[in-house]
């Protein structure tokens, strides 16, 4: 058996359960604050409920893009012959940061797609469309953040695995 592996694997596992019901809690209270309270729109408005799955998603999305970069760094520092509790304890801070990070990234993601949609239907008020169950409005609205989001993911994943501590490859030329 491939213990390396097998802690890499539960290590995933933890990772995602953790982060993804702690991110899901506070994605909800945050469109909880502004939806729910702010403008009174209730939990049987079903326009509502469509972009709350497209804003769930897409952070989602882009917090797992922080998710294979952070098993990857803690594999590397394993196969340094570090023991396991430092390797978790020097992983902690770099793990918690990626997600921080593309948790943040997420929320700007959401924040451009708002403005942008409202830039591009000027003269119509989502907020209040959404509170008036108007269903079209929060799918367009979410199917931006989701393309949105599609597109950066990959290049946020890619700014993390920089991070990673890989050995020098020579220079041939």
């Not at 469109?31 to 897409?58: C, H, I, P, T």
């Not at 409202?118 to 003269?123: A, C, P, V």
């Not at 907020?127 to 269903?135: G, L, S």
């Amino acid at each position: 058996m491939n213990s390396i592996a097998l802690y890499l694997g539960l290590l995933e596992v933890v990772l995602g359960l953790v982060y993804g019901i702690l991110l899901s809690f506070f994605v909800f209270w945050l469109m909880k604050k502004l939806f729910l309270d702010k403008m009174e729109v209730r939990y049987d408005n079903l326009a509502f409920g469509v972009l709350m799955a497209f804003v769930l998603f897409s952070v989602g999305k882009m917090v797992s893009s922080a998710l294979q970069p952070a098993v990857d760094f803690t594999n590397r520092l394993m196969n340094m012959g570090l023991q396991i509790e430092e390797v978790l304890g020097r992983a902690s801070y770099t793990i918690t940061g990626f997600f921080l990070v593309s948790t943040i990234v997420a929320g700007i993601i959401v924040a451009i797609s708002f403005v942008l949609f409202n830039w591009l239907t000027q003269g119509l008020n989502e907020f209040d469309e959404i509170k008036n169950k108007n269903v079209a409005v929060a799918l367009i609205s979410g199917t931006i953040i989701l393309v949105i989001t599609q597109f950066v993911a990959g290049g946020m994943e890619m700014i993390f695995e920089a991070f990673i501590p890989y050995p020098q490859t020579p220079r041939l030329f």
